[in-house]
């Protein structure tokens, strides 16, 4: 891509060399003819301009971002030499011919390099007036040319005119009369859109382009000049006025030529402010300090970093993952090929080539610091997220299994004692029947038939059946308690209190419902408390604060191990602190976050 | 005494059922979800209805739901309501609109026969039948304003067992006390626990509510 784009450069400049080289000669051969004058001082204005807009376009074609405008200009560069072919010092009848058709086609293509210099979109004013002053110069010459014989105009040393069909001087004069007349109105069409262009420019393209639409602009005025000049004689001619003109308009394509090198001086001052800003403000350390200081330095308040994180995510300075705004001007930032921030920022404020790498020259330490910084934040984000889920998934799958024991264990082994009891029953076992004399019950006889081993053994395994429920609803609330899925914390602490060993007192006066895990990590750092050791007294209280809950357990148990509270506290990014009573005992408290 | 059986589970539906024919008690019907369980309430008109407290469609407390109603549109149909849960706070919901006539009884709790019988006999009286466990730790406690602080260590067993349903005559033999010093430490809880003389069934069962709402 760049080998080809080099190519193209090299054949624009050989191109325009011997354009240029071609112009030289003509002149020199009829210096009498050529229309700035033939004065060696004229020609070589007339060759700088040429040269000057050659060079500018070739430079500007290395910057994809203005290929465009080098192309035109490219262009316009021949045309300016091409246009004084049109003398007896032509030699050769193609290249008389070349010059009779781009005499006067310049002003056209140099309006189209300024139109494309300011980058808008190119819509329909500006094609009308493109097109205006195409047909009334190139199109005109060429209707003109159909008609002229220059030896019967006068012209005997002048080459054959190849493009001439009949010679007929009265049509080919009213052909250049009626480009004249054009030529008063279009280049106000163009500069007028050009204007127009430039004005609707943001403030920082507009000082960017400038430069070169402002002379571009003058320029179009003279050549405006100089056809009002021209009118009543029908002709654009070469008397002192209209040399002075082509002098000012070479003088003026020269200035617009330089005026693209402003763009690489534009780019210096910003790095250098970008540089200067970063170096002095010494509140870059702070998270998104660095985007103040760079909408300063870039002279746009909206502007906002962020940087790359996972795949093809974005974060803030502070780490949070945010959406890409669409509809905003991005521009990456890399440096030695890593990417590593991403500026959003106002349409064309960092549309210049290579201002990117400016900034990321300038600015490339404080921003790969603030990148680091911001994806380890984002990471321990992504890792307390994690460490929630799987904290989460845990308690879901505790609930199930809760579940799972009521409905299947539970109500199997309950079936099993009713059947136990059934047997029982049919022996006659009077501890089965009952001692009491209600009801229906008590019809057989006692030891009616009775197995007294077997009685026994049924017996026994009753008691087992008893104690095997008794174990698996212990468990089941140890899983995942009831009230803590179906009413909540407060339902689940009291339910805790009455069942546990230790004597609890609560002081839970939260109403409502905190999200699930949250109320399952206050449920299980209290139960956690009351299950281990040496606890007999325990004072519990949860309260709301703001968008925080807080439990408290305090009790006259040592500390103990309390690592699985912590890491069920510091899965919801909540703190626990874990203090001595004076006297004996411990006080725990945990603050999580509700997320509300 | 005549009872439907209401439990989502065929097994226990079917080990209850012959354990109660055993018993001499008849069952009319065993039904596996709320609406069956109405239905037969209404065409069988049975003394007691024993209910499953996890039924579909949900699977959580349908239980309660078809007590109160049953309790609602027929006010002579007992209610057992049997649960795997140890929780007071559904005993508590249950009891609080309607104190009479119902029961709560851990599931397991149907094999012991005494206690089951007993609980169907006071239900079908129209009294309220609590599962001991459930007593024990609602007595168990700790409280600000215990209005059961009040009560002697005797007075508490005594109101304990009332809340399981037992009759006077079982009380004094299970507290080995004879029935009139259980009368006599009735009538001290009743006193205590600011129970005006009336129906002495409707006082009863103001001392278990009593019992269930403190807080």
Same mark, same amino acid.
């Given at each position: 891509m760049s080998g080809s784009i080099r190519a193209v450069r090299l054949g624009v400049l050989a191109g325009g060399a011997a354009a240029g080289a071609l112009t030289l000669a003509v002149v020199r051969r009829s210096p009498d003819y050529a229309i700035a004058g033939g004065s060696a001082a004229s020609t070589?204005?007339?060759?700088?301009?040429?040269?000057?807009?050659?060079?500018?376009?070739?430079?500007?074609?290395?910057?994809?971002?203005?290929?465009?405008?080098?192309?035109?200009?490219?262009?316009?560069?021949?045309?300016?030499?091409?246009?004084?072919?049109?003398?007896?010092?032509?030699?050769?009848?193609?290249?008389?011919?070349?010059?009779?058709?781009?005499?006067?086609?310049?002003?056209?293509?140099?309006?189209?390099?300024?139109?494309?210099?300011?980058?808008?979109?190119?819509?329909?004013?500006?094609?009308?007036?493109?097109?205006?002053?195409?047909?009334?110069?190139?199109?005109?010459?060429?209707?003109?040319?159909?008609?002229?014989?220059?030896?019967?105009?006068?012209?005997?040393?002048?080459?054959?005119?190849?493009?001439?069909?009949?010679?007929?001087?009265?049509?080919?004069?009213?052909?250049?009369?009626?480009?004249?007349?054009?030529?008063?109105?279009?280049?106000?069409?163009l500069g007028v859109v050009l204007a127009w262009r430039l004005a609707r420019t943001s403030p920082a393209g507009r000082g960017i382009a400038g430069p070169v639409a402002v002379p571009v602009l003058?320029?179009?005025?003279?050549?405006?000049?100089?056809?009002?000049?021209?009118?009543?004689?029908?002709?654009?001619?070469?008397?002192?006025?209209?040399?002075?003109?082509?002098?000012?308009?070479?003088?003026?394509?020269?200035?617009?030529?330089?005026?693209?090198?402003?763009?690489?001086?534009?780019?210096?001052?910003?790095?250098?402010?970008?540089?200067r800003m970063v170096v002095a403000a010494s509140d870059v350390s702070a998270p998104g300090g660095l985007e103040k200081t760079l909408g300063a330095a870039l002279g746009d308040d909206s502007l906002r970093v962020f940087y790359p994180?996972?795949?093809?995510?974005?974060?803030?300075?502070?780490?949070?993952?945010?959406?890409?705004?669409?509809?905003?001007?991005?521009?990456?930032?890399?440096?030695?090929?890593?990417?590593?921030?991403?500026?959003?920022?106002?349409?064309?404020?960092?549309?210049?080539?290579?201002?990117?790498?400016?900034?990321?020259?300038?600015?490339?330490?404080?921003?790969?610091?603030?990148?680091?910084?911001?994806?380890?934040?984002?990471?321990?984000?992504?890792?307390?997220?994690?460490?929630?889920?799987?904290?989460?998934?845990?308690?879901?799958?505790?609930?199930?299994?809760?579940?799972?024991l009521h409905d299947g264990a539970q109500q199997r082994i309950v079936a099993l004692s009713l059947a136990l009891r059934l047997e029982q029953l049919r022996l006659g076992n009077p501890a089965a029947s009952g001692d009491s004399a209600v009801g229906a019950a008590g019809g057989d006889p006692p030891g009616a038939g009775g197995d007294a081993g077997l009685a026994r053994r049924l017996e026994e395994a009753q008691a087992e059946v008893a104690a095997t429920l008794a174990g698996l609803r212990r468990l089941a609330r140890g899983l995942y308690p009831r009230e803590l899925a179906d009413e909540g914390l407060s339902a689940a602490l009291e339910t805790l209190a009455e069942s546990s060993g230790p004597a609890v007192t609560l002081d839970v006066p939260v109403d409502g419902r905190f999200p699930a895990p949250v109320e399952a990590v206050a449920y299980f750092t209290v139960a956690n408390r009351l299950a281990g050791g040496g606890v007999t007294h325990a004072l519990v209280s949860v309260r709301r604060d703001g968008d925080r809950l807080q439990a408290e357990i305090e009790d006259d148990g040592p500390a103990g191990d309390t690592t699985a509270i912590e890491d069920r506290v510091g899965a919801l990014a909540g703190t626990l602190s874990v203090e001595a009573r004076a006297g004996g005992g411990t006080r725990i408290r945990a603050e999580l976050p509700c997320g509300s | 005494m005549r009872v439907v059986i209401a439990d989502d589970e065929a097994l226990l539906r079917e080990g209850l059922s012959r354990l109660l024919a055993e018993l001499?008690? $008849?069952? #009319?019907?065993? =039904?596996?979800?709320?609406?069956?369980? %109405?239905? &037969?309430? @209404?065409?069988?008109?049975?003394?007691?209805?024993?209910?499953?407290?996890?039924?579909?469609?949900?699977?959580?407390?349908?239980?309660?739901?078809?007590?109160?109603?049953?309790?609602?549109?027929?006010?002579?149909?007992?209610?057992?309501?049997?649960?795997?849960?140890?929780?007071?706070?559904?005993?508590?919901?249950?009891?609080?609109?309607?104190?009479?006539?119902?029961?709560?009884?851990?599931? $397991?709790? #149907?094999?012991? =026969?005494?206690?089951?019988?007993?609980? %169907?006999? &006071?239900? @079908?009286?129209?009294?309220?039948?609590?599962?001991?466990?459930?007593?024990?730790?609602?007595?168990?406690r700790r409280r600000r304003a215990d209005p059961l602080a009040q009560l002697t260590e005797r007075e508490r067993e005594v109101l304990a067992l009332m809340a399981e349903g037992r009759s006077n005559q079982n009380i004094a033999g299970t507290l080995r006390l004879s029935p009139k010093t259980v009368e006599r430490h009735i009538g001290n809880i009743f006193a205590k626990l600011d129970l005006a003389e009336s129906d002495d069934h409707h006082r009863r069962v103001l001392a278990v509510l009593t019992l269930l709402r403190s807080t």
């Open positions: 070589a204005l007339s060759l700088a301009a040429g040269w000057s807009v050659l060079i500018a376009a070739v430079i500007v074609l290395g910057r994809p971002a203005r290929r465009p405008f080098g192309v035109v200009a490219a262009v316009a560069s021949w045309a300016w030499f091409a246009g004084q072919w049109n003398t007896p010092g032509a030699g050769s009848a193609w290249v008389f011919t070349a010059g009779l058709v781009l005499a006067t086609v310049v002003p056209v293509l140099v309006a189209d390099a300024g139109l494309r210099y300011l980058r808008g979109r190119v819509g329909a004013p500006e094609i009308v007036a493109l097109a205006a002053g195409g047909l009334a110069t190139v199109g005109l010459a060429v209707a003109g040319a159909l008609f002229f014989d220059p030896a019967s105009a006068g012209c005997y040393g002048c080459p054959a005119n190849l493009l001439m069909i009949a010679d007929r001087p009265a049509v080919a004069e009213q052909a250049g009369r009626l480009a004249v007349h054009a030529g008063v109105i279009w280049p106000v069409m003058a320029y179009l005025v003279v050549v405006e000049l100089d056809y009002l000049h021209s009118w009543s004689r029908g002709y654009l001619g070469a008397d002192d006025v209209d040399r002075r003109l082509l002098a000012v308009q070479a003088g003026l394509l020269i200035v617009a030529a330089l005026g693209t090198g402003w763009s690489y001086v534009h780019r210096r001052r910003t790095r250098s402010a970008v540089a994180h996972g795949a093809d995510g974005w974060v803030n300075a502070a780490g949070y993952p945010v959406e890409r705004h669409a509809g905003r001007g991005t521009t990456r930032l890399t440096r030695d090929g890593v990417t590593i921030a991403f500026l959003t920022h106002r349409r064309e404020a960092l549309d210049e080539d290579g201002i990117a790498d400016e900034i990321a020259g300038a600015a490339g330490l404080a921003l790969t610091n603030e990148r680091l910084r911001a994806q380890r934040r984002a990471q321990l984000a992504d890792l307390r997220a994690s460490r929630a889920r799987i904290v989460e998934a845990a308690d879901a799958e505790r609930r199930r299994l809760e579940r799972d | 001499g008690v $008849e069952v #009319v019907a065993a =039904v596996g979800d709320p609406e069956a369980l %109405l239905r &037969r309430v @209404a065409l069988d008109a049975p003394d007691v209805a024993i209910v499953d407290i996890k039924m579909p469609p949900t699977r959580t407390d349908e239980g309660i739901a078809a007590a109160l109603t049953i309790g609602r549109r027929y006010p002579a149909v007992g209610v057992l309501l049997l649960s795997h849960y140890q929780d007071s706070r559904y005993a508590m919901r249950l009891l609080d609109e309607r104190p009479g006539g119902v029961g709560y009884l851990l599931k $397991e709790r #149907v094999s012991d =026969v005494r206690v089951l019988v007993d609980a %169907l006999d &006071r239900i @079908a009286e129209g009294e309220c039948v609590l599962d001991p466990s459930i007593v024990s730790r609602l007595l168990g």
